[in-house]
Nanobody, 122 residues
Framework: QVHLVESGGGLVQAGDSLRLSCAAS????????MGWFRQAPGKEREFVAR???????YYADSVKGRFTISRDNAKNTVYLQMHSLKPEDTAVYYC????????????????WGQGTQVTVSS
């Protein structure tokens, strides 16, 4: 069992940066794939980035070059550094953990945080 708690969301202006954190507890998450998803009002949850236990990272095209996912296994924490934020990045951001090596869908993540709101004003 893994318990995830996100933090770091807030209200920022377009072009600003923000770093989200996701602290995991319960057991070491070094063997999990960690992912970030987001959900805007009235929209489906969408993939943002994932960090496989192998070290490989993947990003949605919409955030590639602006967002960076990283993890600190010693601290059981995964981060999402966001630069050049746009109003369309406004959403609730969720951290998730999967026991699968390369999960493709949010349905393949068994553990979820409660989410943190990111609002980007124009």
């Amino acid at each position: 069992q893994v318990h995830l708690v996100e933090s770091g969301g807030g209200l920022v202006q377009a072009g600003d940066s923000l770093r989200l954190s996701c602290a995991a507890s319960g057991r070491s998450f070094s063997g999990y794939t960690m992912g970030w998803f987001r959900q805007a009002p009235g929209k489906e949850r969408e993939f943002v980035a994932r960090f496989r236990w192998s070290g490989a990272t993947y990003y949605a095209d919409s955030v590639k070059g602006r967002f960076t996912i990283s993890r600190d296994n010693a601290k059981n924490t995964v981060y999402l550094q966001m630069h050049s934020l746009k109003p369309e990045d406004t959403a609730v951001y969720y951290c998730a953990a999967s026991v699968l090596g390369d999960p493709k869908s949010f349905t393949e993540y068994a553990y979820w945080g409660q989410g943190t709101q990111v609002t980007v004003s124009s």
